[in-house]
């Protein structure tokens, strides 16, 4: 299929194939109900559920495919697969100096790392 660049140029768009070929991150999160939901949050609407996380990677699968599929056909923009190059695993957090010291005498008295002491802080929140 060729579509046309801003300067009306003729450009060849993707493949089915190609776009088929793509790996989408998925999330993964339990049902309140039972089960599993799996969402391709970069293909707006790409959701499905199953039982058990066999059947709920199965079916966001196929929903992949179904959705790339009718939106290559309709000639609809495909996004690309977002990636996590945007996110560093680095912060920068100012804090009062109390609260820094605080972390710190925590973090020495269970024998770990100040870095250590409040990722294991966050993720219990997050």
Not at 6 to 11: G, L, R
Not at 52 to 66: G, K, Q, Y
Not at 93 to 117: C, D, F, I, W
């Amino acid at each position: 299929m060729k579509i046309l660049n801003q300067k009306n140029k003729q450009i060849e768009k993707p493949s089915l194939e190609y776009y088929l070929n793509l790996q989408y991150p998925v999330t993964l999160y339990p049902d309140s109900e039972g089960g599993y939901v799996a969402q391709i949050k970069d293909l707006p609407g790409c959701l499905t559920q199953g039982e058990t996380l066999e059947e709920t990677m199965a079916n966001i699968n196929e929903a992949r495919e179904l959705w790339i599929e009718t939106a290559h056909f309709a000639g609809d923009d495909i996004p690309l697969p977002s990636s996590d190059n945007s996110y560093s695993g680095k912060l920068l957090v100012r804090m009062p100096k109390s609260l820094h010291r605080r972390l710190a005498e925590t973090a020495e008295r269970e024998g770990v790392s100040l870095n250590q002491y409040i990722i294991s802080l966050l993720s219990t929140i997050a």
